[in-house]
């Protein structure tokens, strides 16, 4: 089943079938959904923004030096 849906998006990898087992098999899931219960409810989808990590990293690298 892991494999088949690493196929399915078109990424199939160790790693990525090795997340699909894990989110699947590890953490007991709600009737109604896949959310793991000790995971609270995502209200927003999150947003992926690099921008925000490339500023991160520069402070960083201000603050070492």
């Known amino acids: ?4 849906e ?3 998006t078109g990424a199939a990898s160790r790693d990525v079938v090795l997340n699909i087992l894990s989110r699947t098999y590890d ?3 709600t009737s109604e959904c896949d959310t793991p219960l000790h995971l609270p409810e995502l209200m927003a989808p999150p947003i992926a923004d690099c921008l ?5 990293l520069t402070e960083g690298a201000y603050a070492a030096g």
Do not use: G, I, T
């Open 1 to 4: 089943m892991a494999c088949a």
């Open 6 to 8: 690493a196929l399915a």
């Open 27 to 29: 953490d007991p899931v």
């Open 52 to 56: 925000r990590y490339d500023e991160l």
